[in-house]
């Protein structure tokens, strides 16, 4: 119950084009969804983050759509860039963040020139 | 702001010796310092919680006294590993988090490679 479930596990996009990655919890305490990108070599990064009250949030080019009914979330990248190639990591968390983070199993991204 | 250091960024060392990574939030004051372990093209494994002044709580399955936590002050936490062993070769990532606001949120290290030879 404490898992979140992240496909695909590795995705290839062309320049320009939508990259959608998807993430499903089965805890229903989790009220703090945040999305991390980590490129090789560095520690992840905080790219965007959801909490359950809202159905999406937008920042930039980074948008997260969130289903709390089918306990789903998922990261969409517009105009997809090939500085956007790294690993992606969902993650969840209760209490607001407070609790500690559990993490989906990541997916590796590849933008085409 | 809310930048986390670690140091150092790479370490090689033999089998039986003992390593030392320091991790410190170099703008804020954490009031929780977590540590992760990450092999490669894997996600991130939390291995313990640490709050300021307390003892470190261990995620099941990881050895507390082969992997010694200290977090002496609101900006520095460290991980000993003591008796490195080959397989205990990895990524070492802290994470702070503050108290209030949007430091609430965990920000992350830079990340620390061990390799144990």
């Known amino acids: 119950q404490q898992q979140v479930k992240q496909s695909p596990q590795s995705l290839i996009v062309q320049k320009g084009g939508i990259s959608i990655i998807n993430c499903a919890y089965e805890n229903t305490a989790f009220d703090y969804f945040p999305w991390y990108q980590q490129f090789p070599g560095k520690g992840p990064a905080l790219l965007i983050a959801i909490r359950p009250d809202v159905s999406e949030k937008k920042e930039g080019r980074f948008t997260i759509s969130f289903n709390k009914s089918a306990k789903q979330f998922s990261l969409h990248i517009m105009d997809s860039q090939p500085g956007d190639s790294a690993t992606y990591f969902c993650?969840?968390?209760?209490?607001?963040?407070?609790?500690?983070?559990?993490f989906g199993q990541g997916t590796r991204l590849t933008i085409n020139p | 702001g809310a930048v986390v250091s670690q140091h150092p960024s790479w370490v090689i060392c033999k089998s039986g010796t003992s390593v030392k990574i320091e991790c410190r939030s170099l703008d804020f004051q954490a009031t929780t310092m977590f540590w992760y372990r990450q092999f490669p093209k894997q996600s991130l494994m939390l291995m313990a919680t640490?709050?300021?002044?307390?003892?470190?709580?261990?995620e099941q399955g990881v050895e507390k006294d082969k992997f010694l936590i200290n977090h002496a002050s609101l900006t520095l936490s460290t991980l000993t590993v003591t008796s490195a062993h080959p397989e205990d070769s990895s990524f070492y990532i802290c994470s702070a988090r503050g108290r209030g606001g949007v430091l609430n949120e965990q920000f992350f290290g830079p990340g620390t490679r061990l390799t144990v030879l």
């Open positions: 640490s709050n300021e002044g307390s003892k470190a709580t261990y």
């Open positions: 993650a969840a968390s209760a209490r607001g963040g407070a609790q500690k983070l559990v």
